[in-house]
Structures are given as structure tokens and as C-alpha cells.
């Protein structure tokens, strides 16, 4: 399987452009804000499961805040 990262400006952008808090979008997805925050900055990475949360709570495909790394599989 390949690795995918999350682009954390695109779930930014994406959680704006719909009108939904920050804090809303973390309870959704079971992770605190301060994760998200730093999710959205792109300091931190979530698990594959949350990053999936994240995109079906946003109402969009993975491929729309992930991008793959070129040349590595996950583990």
C-alpha cells in the first residue's frame, strides 16, 4: 500500500470554504483541536483511520487532502 500525508492547508481551506469550526470538525473526528491546529499547520500527521475520518466528515475523497510519497510503501 502506498503512504499518503495529509496537506493540512487543503483541510484548512476545505473546513473554511464550508463554514465549519475548527473545534466542531476536531469532536467529529474524535482528536482535540490542538491536534487539528497543528494538523491544518502541517506539524503534525494523523493516523491513516483519522485522516479518512477527516475527509469523510468534510465530505470530500481522501485524495483530496492527502498526497502520496513517491517511492515509499507503507509499512
Excluded at 473545534?23 to 487539528?36: H, Q, V
Excluded at 470530500?60 to 509499512?75: F, H
Amino acid at each position: 500500500m502506498t503512504q499518503r500525508l495529509i496537506l493540512g492547508p487543503a483541510v484548512k481551506a476545505l473546513r473554511e470554504a464550508y463554514g465549519i469550526k475548527q473545534s466542531d470538525l476536531a469532536i467529529r473526528c474524535d482528536i482535540t483541536p490542538g491536534f487539528l491546529s497543528n494538523l491544518e499547520a502541517g506539524r503534525k500527521q494523523p493516523s491513516p483511520t483519522k485522516a479518512r475520518e477527516i475527509a469523510v466528515q468534510l465530505g470530500v475523497p481522501l485524495d483530496a487532502i492527502t498526497y502520496v510519497i513517491p517511492g515509499v510503501d507503507a509499512a
